[in-house]
């Protein structure tokens, strides 16, 4: 699976775990995506894949390494498609 399909699998994972949100966005904990057992299955290295996905502005969240434990609490946005289009 290139980056591209990983990324996209991120974003159907965060829809099905997350909390749709007024403006279209999801969100959704690290540890909920982590410890679940279906992403743990599908990404070899979760971590790797949501720095991919901030880098193209299709996530955000604080700080730039989420660690388990220490970050399951961070709270991982998925924006709303309108806002990761480019004009």
Not at 7 to 16: I, N, T
């Amino acid at each position: 699976m290139n980056v591209e399909e990983e990324v996209g699998r991120l974003k159907e994972e965060m829809q099905r775990l997350g909390q749709l949100q007024p403006d279209g966005s999801y969100k959704v904990k690290f540890g909920v995506l982590f410890n679940d057992d279906r992403c743990a299955n599908i990404f070899e290295a979760l971590v790797g894949t949501l720095r991919a996905a901030k880098r193209r502005k299709v996530v955000k969240y604080e700080g730039e390494l989420l660690l388990q434990g220490v970050h399951d609490n961070v709270e991982i946005t998925l924006l709303p498609p309108a806002a990761t289009t480019t004009a």
